[in-house]
């Protein structure tokens, strides 16, 4: 019998939580995810700040295994989701978010502001991504090759396959 997979999605943006903007992000990623065989519940949709923090925090206590926020990782003064997340990160990865940078920076040099934070609280995977739909493809491209090599090292495995 197969263990069911879970993930989540954290959507940071003020206006989206207050009902006056639309989030294109979070059905996005919540589908990539389904692809990848994890159940996801809908997108948790919060505002900028403090929220993102309690968003994760309960997330991680129901033991999801994968948690992408979008959104907050820009400069302006409510832009906190990296603030919010690296505290709760045992293992930061700073090659994935280097990595987002440089495949988004041929189409936009906005690219480089991004601030995210990719890493591992516990066992579960979390990684903070823009807010836009772009960065967001250029996220999940990033992660298609190595999530599932990621979560299987976490939890013990070599993950290795031959070369």
Known sequence: ??????AAVVVASTSAAAGTAQDKTGPMIAR??????????GPVVVADGQPVRFAVDNLLADDAQVIIVTG??????????????????DVQLPGIIEAIR????PNTPLSIITR??????????????PGSTGGVKDGLAVLDPVLEHLLTQRCGGTGHGPR
């Open 1 to 6: 019998m197969k263990t069911s997979r879970h």
């Open 72 to 89: 907050g990782t820009g400069v302006s003064p409510d832009d906190q989701s990296p603030e919010m997340v690296a505290p709760l990160l």
């Open 32 to 41: 990539w995810l389904a692809e990848r065989g994890f159940e996801v519940p």
């Open 102 to 105: 440089r495949r988004g920076e």
């Open 116 to 129: 995210g934070v990719a890493g591992f609280a516990g066992s579960s995977f979390v990684i903070t991504l």
